[in-house]
Nanobody, 128 residues
Framework: HVQLVESGGGSVQAGGSLRLSCAVS????????MAWFRQTPGKAREGIAA???????SYAHSVVGRFTISQDNAKNTLYLQMTRLKPEDTAMYYC??????????????????????WGQGTQVTVSS
């Protein structure tokens, strides 16, 4: 079992930056894929960035060039550095984990919100 706890959300003006963290605890397998999702009320959860145990990274088009996903294995922490934030980035942000899978071995698109473990979310609000 894996526990995920996000932090770092808050309110920021457009053009600003935030860094989200996701602390990972529990049994961590050799192979895994971790991702950041976001969701606004009434909309589907959107996958925005993923990283796997082999260091492969993938981004959704909406955040390419503005967001950076990274991981610190020594601290068991996943990060999402968000820059040049826009009002449309306002959402609840979640980290997710799929143990035993990497991006190329998934039988689905990594952006599909069907990961095994989820955090509780952290709110990001961007004002214009």
């Amino acid at each position: 079992h894996v526990q995920l706890v996000e932090s770092g959300g808050g309110s920021v003006q457009a053009g600003g930056s935030l860094r989200l963290s996701c602390a990972v605890s529990g049994y961590i397998q050799r192979y895994y894929c971790m991702a950041w999702f976001r969701q606004t009320p009434g909309k589907a959860r959107e996958g925005i960035a993923a990283i796997d145990s082999d260091g492969r990274i993938s981004y959704a088009h909406s955040v390419v060039g503005r967001f950076t996903i990274s991981q610190d294995n020594a601290k068991n922490t996943l990060y999402l550095q968000m820059t040049r934030l826009k009002p449309e980035d306002t959402a609840m942000y979640y980290c997710a984990s799929d143990p035993g899978l990497t991006i190329p071995t998934m039988s689905r698109d990594w952006r599909a919100p069907v990961y095994k473990f989820w955090g509780q979310g952290t709110q990001v609000t961007v004002s214009s």
